[in-house]
């Protein structure tokens, strides 16, 4: 029996090759805390969770072709919710945690409910995002109970022991516990992408009307790809709670912090597994290395003036994103669906 090619398929249906480079890759990020300092460990710990936030952001957009603006909403809720149960009750965010997925799959199941029931879809959709996300934080603003105006602050009494039960310790102990919700992140859309529910979000995005020709409930599973991928970001949510130690409704509910979430996975690449990953770290870096460059120069304002230009250039040069470039280089072509 001749030996299998080397670029055959491997282990859950990946080539070789794509294995090797995601096994390097992997051991390269679980080694990271004992080889770089605080400060490279802290950009690290930052492109993990975009890249967290931008898998639940596709879950919605990439898969199902429901574009969300307002993805912060479900930020917010899940920050607030296992941070005010820490706050008021003492309550672990591990128990928080489900709670809070829970509250923000419930609100996304809602909107998508209203939405499209009553046919709200495209542009008109997107902008319903932002309206919900932007009466939250007026909400927010004005209740007492979880700091108003003034935000909600996690109070912090150790930073150097660690404890993992009230995420509490110092920066490696954040940044393994991001880096297993990415791997689970990263496990649930796989497999979500290649059960039944994936295929019909697929029929969905492609062409609507001939999904629901072919029987698919186009309610159901629309509504269903936003409570998942509300529930997703909602653990983004609580990490940003626990890791930032206080957040405002200003900021945290802002659409800011949505367009974050989804730049990271239009430069890697859209309905994509592995494509919000590589654009959350390279989009990370590029925002470091901008920075540098901004205190070298001295000039207020360059990194975000260049922060654009990178953006267009990498858009303009791969406008299907950075990972549909890189696929084929490592063996993999769309079959494999990663």
Same mark, same amino acid.
């Given at each position: 029996m001749n030996a299998a090619p080397p670029h055959g398929p491997g282990l859950a249906g990946l080539p070789r090759r794509a294995l090797v480079?995601? %096994?390097? *890759?992997?051991?390269? !990020?679980?080694?990271?805390? $004992?080889? &770089?300092?605080?400060?490279?460990l802290s950009v690290l710990i930052l492109g993990l969770y975009f890249a967290l936030v931008g898998q639940a952001?596709?879950?919605?957009?990439?898969?199902?072709?429901?574009?969300?603006?307002?993805?912060?909403?479900?930020?917010?809720?899940?920050?607030?919710?296992?941070g005010a149960l820490f706050v008021r009750f003492e309550i672990s965010p591990w128990i928080g945690l489900?709670?809070?997925m829970v509250v923000a799959g419930l609100a996304g199941a809602l909107i998508g409910f209203l939405s499209f029931r009553f046919g709200i879809r495209g542009v008109y959709f997107a902008l319903l995002t932002i309206a919900? %996300?932007? *009466?939250?934080?007026? !909400?927010?603003?004005?209740? $007492?109970? &979880?700091?108003g105006s003034s935000g909600l602050y996690l109070p912090v009494t150790e930073r150097t022991q660690?404890?993992?039960?009230s995420l509490r310790g110092p920066l490696w102990m954040f940044y393994y516990v991001i880096l297993a919700a990415v791997g689970l992140a990263f496990l649930i859309c796989r497999r979500l992408l290649n059960a039944?529910?994936?295929?019909?979000?697929?029929?969905i995005r492609e062409d609507q009307e001939a999904a629901q020709a072919m029987g698919i409930d186009i309610l159901r599973y629309k509504v269903l790809a936003v409570a998942v991928s509300a529930m997703m970001t909602a653990?983004?949510?609580?990490?940003?709670?626990?890791?930032?130690?206080?957040?405002?409704?200003?900021?945290?509910?802002n659409i800011d912090k949505s367009i974050e979430i989804l730049l990271g996975v239009i430069v890697g690449g859209i309905g994509t597994l592995f494509g919000p990953i590589l654009g959350a770290f390279a989009l990370a870096g590029i925002g470091e290395v901008l920075i540098w460059f901004q205190d070298l120069v001295g000039v207020r304002g360059l990194k975000l003036l260049t922060y654009g230009v990178v953006l267009m250039i990498i858009i303009l040069a791969k406008p299907d994103g950075l990972w549909p470039w890189l696929r084929p280089l490592?063996?993999?072509?769309?079959?494999?669906?990663?």
């Amino acid at each position: 029996m001749n030996a299998a090619p080397p670029h055959g398929p491997g282990l859950a249906g990946l080539p070789r090759r794509a294995l090797v480079a995601l %096994a390097v *890759f992997v051991a390269a !990020l679980v080694a990271a805390p $004992g080889l &770089v300092d605080d400060y490279i460990l802290s950009v690290l710990i930052l492109g993990l969770y975009f890249a967290l936030v931008g898998q639940a952001w596709n879950v919605m957009t990439g898969f199902c072709g429901q574009l969300s603006l307002g993805h912060a909403l479900y930020i917010g809720l899940g920050a607030y919710t296992a941070g005010a149960l820490f706050v008021r009750f003492e309550i672990s965010p591990w128990i928080g945690l489900p709670v809070a997925m829970v509250v923000a799959g419930l609100a996304g199941a809602l909107i998508g409910f209203l939405s499209f029931r009553f046919g709200i879809r495209g542009v008109y959709f997107a902008l319903l995002t932002i309206a919900f %996300a932007e *009466f939250t934080r007026i !909400l927010f603003d004005h209740w $007492g109970w &979880v700091g108003g105006s003034s935000g909600l602050y996690l109070p912090v009494t150790e930073r150097t022991q660690v404890d993992l039960w009230s995420l509490r310790g110092p920066l490696w102990m954040f940044y393994y516990v991001i880096l297993a919700a990415v791997g689970l992140a990263f496990l649930i859309c796989r497999r979500l992408l290649n059960a039944k529910i994936g295929y019909y979000w697929l029929a969905i995005r492609e062409d609507q009307e001939a999904a629901q020709a072919m029987g698919i409930d186009i309610l159901r599973y629309k509504v269903l790809a936003v409570a998942v991928s509300a529930m997703m970001t909602a653990f983004g949510g609580v990490f940003y709670a626990f890791y930032y130690n206080q957040f405002y409704p200003e900021t945290i509910f802002n659409i800011d912090k949505s367009i974050e979430i989804l730049l990271g996975v239009i430069v890697g690449g859209i309905g994509t597994l592995f494509g919000p990953i590589l654009g959350a770290f390279a989009l990370a870096g590029i925002g470091e290395v901008l920075i540098w460059f901004q205190d070298l120069v001295g000039v207020r304002g360059l990194k975000l003036l260049t922060y654009g230009v990178v953006l267009m250039i990498i858009i303009l040069a791969k406008p299907d994103g950075l990972w549909p470039w890189l696929r084929p280089l490592l063996g993999l072509g769309r079959r494999d669906r990663a």
